[in-house]
């Protein structure tokens, strides 16, 4: 598994740099690093797809996963003196793996898990991100056709000025 060089995050950065909303271009940044997610950097699956769109998941077949939807949830904000503001931003990884058995989802999870704790800022976007829960259904929908469906939860760490929501 790859850390992303100075030059994939710097490739990252200059796609998103242009986006004028600050949580248009976080979660950009991470669906740009999720796309990572490939053999070639060492991961034990090919990313097939990383979207917001979740409508579509259940008509996705075997090589059309692993696929990742990001879906923003809540957001915290504590107030500092001046205009400083510090957000919390939850963010739902809601996945669909159709390649294998549990033991190859668990790897994949901890892939997922690895490219977000060795890229933790999102290409500068954030001061930290963490993973802060992982829940998985394969006990539903494994026995029966080999579906398994997860969810990561991030909690995506960031500040900036009350008056400038850029």
Request: one cysteine or more; a negative charge.
């Amino acid at each position: 598994m790859a850390k992303l060089t100075n030059a994939e995050m710097l490739e990252i950065y200059n796609q998103v740099k242009d986006i004028p909303s600050r949580r248009a271009r976080i979660m950009e940044s991470l669906r740009l690093l999720l796309n990572t997610l490939t053999l070639d950097k060492g991961y034990s699956q090919d990313i097939c797809e990383v979207s917001y769109d979740v409508k579509g998941w259940k008509d996705k077949s075997e090589d059309q996963t692993p696929v990742i939807y990001i879906i923003d949830d809540t957001t915290q904000i504590t107030r500092h003196s001046g205009c400083i503001r510090e957000y919390i931003w939850t963010i739902r990884l809601y996945g669909l793996f159709r390649q294998g058995g549990i033991v190859d989802l668990e790897k994949w999870l901890t892939d997922i898990e690895q490219c977000i704790v060795d890229n933790t800022t999102m290409a500068g976007q954030v001061n930290k991100t963490e993973v802060v829960q992982i829940i998985t259904d394969n006990q539903l929908f494994s026995v029966q056709n080999e579906t398994h469906l997860f969810e990561v939860i991030l909690n995506m760490e960031y500040t900036r000025k009350y008056t400038d929501p850029t």
